[in-house]
């Protein structure tokens, strides 16, 4: 099996300088290049900057990479989302109309003999209890009621402020990554995992913990890294 794993492409819906129009356009051009390639593509949170679908809109600015995703799909390749922290507020968009289910917390599949977790990283940073609850909060449906009664050309521009400044500090907390491990080492001997997968650190890795490998995707920001899994191996490769 051709598993491809990708997170933390951040694709913006405002492009704010060339460094935004570089990133995307390396997103788009792998993606036409991943048609036909893989059975099974897994997007491991955080690939749009923001996700939001109203009951009649879409964000139209993600058409390129939106339709990128759908011929991939129509090859006969599996498509599966989990949520992160910039992608969680999705409406039916995505079941309904890119027929790709949405998972909030993780995916799990055994392939090739390897137990696989796939899940973004965001609900196990180490130190910081402020976040948690401000997922909680975020996701709590009177919130999601009161973004979408906004004009989405005034709340797309408050919010595109909001996942900026979240997104320099990305570069700024190394910590990440250890509550990431953490989290991999309890599960992988909880559970019994061969791989954990998971992306929002944005550096990418693998490390061998225990029986099985915490392996994580890296970003689309600045590494422009992805995860091959073929026939049970796993290997992290950089797109040029
Ligand atoms: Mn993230």
Known sequence: MRICVISDMHYPYQMLD????????????????????YDMMVLNGDIFDLWFDWKYTIIKQ???????????????????????????????????????????????????????????????????????????????????KMFSLLHPDFSLKIAARLTRSSRMKNFMQPQKTAGLKKYAKYIINKEKYDYVCMGHSHQ???????????????????????????????EIKQYK
């Open 18 to 37: 060339d460094r935004d129009k570089k990133n995307a356009e390396l997103v788009l051009s792998f993606l036409t290049e991943a048609k036909g390639k």
């Open 62 to 144: 993600y058409f390129p990479l939106l339709h990128r995703l759908a011929d991939i799909q129509d090859e006969g390749c599996k498509l599966v989302m989990i949520s992160g922290n910039h992608d969680f507020w999705f409406n039916d968009f995505f079941q309904k109309y890119l027929t790709i289910p949405i998972y909030e917390e993780k995916y799990n599949i055994i392939a090739d003999g390897k137990k696989i977790l796939f899940t973004h990283g965001d609900l196990h940073p180490e130190f910081d209890v402020r976040y948690k609850l401000f997922r909680r909060l975020i996701r709590f449906n009177g919130i999601k």
């Open 204 to 234: 990418p890795e693998i490390m061998e913990i225990g029986t099985g490998k915490y392996i994580n995707t890296g970003d689309w920001t600045s590494h422009h890294t992805y995860v091959e899994i073929r026939d049970g191996k796993v």
